[in-house]
């Protein structure tokens, strides 16, 4: 099988408040978007990166001249207005500009997740014969007790079975052309699509939970940052 994985790097990172966006933010040692990019980079079941770039992104232009270079080759695409967008213009480049067929796999992995780990990636890498046509994400089971306010308000109106509800992290996967498709035609249709998962869904197809580690956060506030330190730092912690 042939396995690209694209990297949607083009947000400006608004919740985080900082002065660039969060994936370039420094974090142990290197910036946010290098360790989520070191999961994938020199993996042999890996075909390469593309990562969905801001045109003219001033951070992305100084680390591929100085610690992404020699790194192998990391393409860029064009951001876009949401994720879904940066994402599609990742697919499009894989078929336009690599030639890249559509039986291919992609796996999606934000840039603003650092702390992936490889046995996590592994897991997900090995489903992909259960998953042919649906594909499957990474996912850690919800552990609060969940609570549905009334409409606009914030009275509880009750609590939500947790049984089988889960909070959907990255890299998701799935075959180029059916994710391609499906986040066109969702995209088109003005579907809310937050994830991949959430374009093979409206597709009507039914992606595979495949749970993960719950320290693959998405740095989103400032406080994240801290907690990414701590996992990286302590890796067994
Ligand atoms: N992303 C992207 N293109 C966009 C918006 C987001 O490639 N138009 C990427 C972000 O760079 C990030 C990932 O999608 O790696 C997850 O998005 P999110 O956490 O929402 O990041 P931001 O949109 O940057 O943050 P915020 O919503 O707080 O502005
Ligand atoms: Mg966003």
Redo the contacts with the bound molecule.
């Keep these: 099988d042939v396995v690209w994985v694209v990297i949607?790097?083009?947000?400006?990172?608004?919740?985080?408040q900082a002065d660039r966006?969060?994936?370039y933010l420094p974090l142990a040692g290197r910036s946010v978007i290098e360790h989520a990019l070191a999961c994938f980079t020199g993996h042999p079941s890996l075909a390469g990166v593309v990562v969905?770039i801001t045109d003219g992104d001033p951070y992305w232009a100084e680390l591929t001249a100085t610690s992404l270079s020699g790194q192998g080759a990391v393409h860029t695409a064009p951001?876009?207005?949401?994720?879904a967008?940066?994402v599609l213009n990742a697919l499009d480049y894989l078929v336009d500009t690599l030639q890249v067929t559509a039986d291919a796999w992609v796996l999606v992995h934000?840039?603003?997740r650092p702390c992936l780990q490889r046995a996590d990636l592994e897991r997900l890498l090995a489903v992909r014969e259960q998953c042919v046509d649906a594909g499957a994400l990474l996912a850690v089971p919800v552990r609060d007790t969940m609570k549905r306010a009334q409409p606009h308000s914030l009275r509880v109106a009750r609590t939500e079975d947790r049984d089988g509800l889960w909070h959907a992290l990255t890299p998701q996967m799935a075959r180029l052309g059916v994710l391609r498709t499906a986040l066109a035609t969702a995209l088109a249709q003005g579907a809310t699509i937050t994830d991949e998962a959430s374009a093979l869904e409206w597709a009507g197809l039914q992606p595979l939970l495949v749970e993960g580690d719950a320290r693959n956060i998405?740095i989103?506030r400032p406080a994240d940052l801290a907690l990414a330190e701590f996992f990286l730092t302590f890796r067994s912690a």
């Design positions: 949607p790097a083009a947000g400006v990172g608004a919740r985080m966006p969060k994936q969905a951001g876009g207005r949401e994720r967008d940066s934000d840039a603003a998405k989103t």
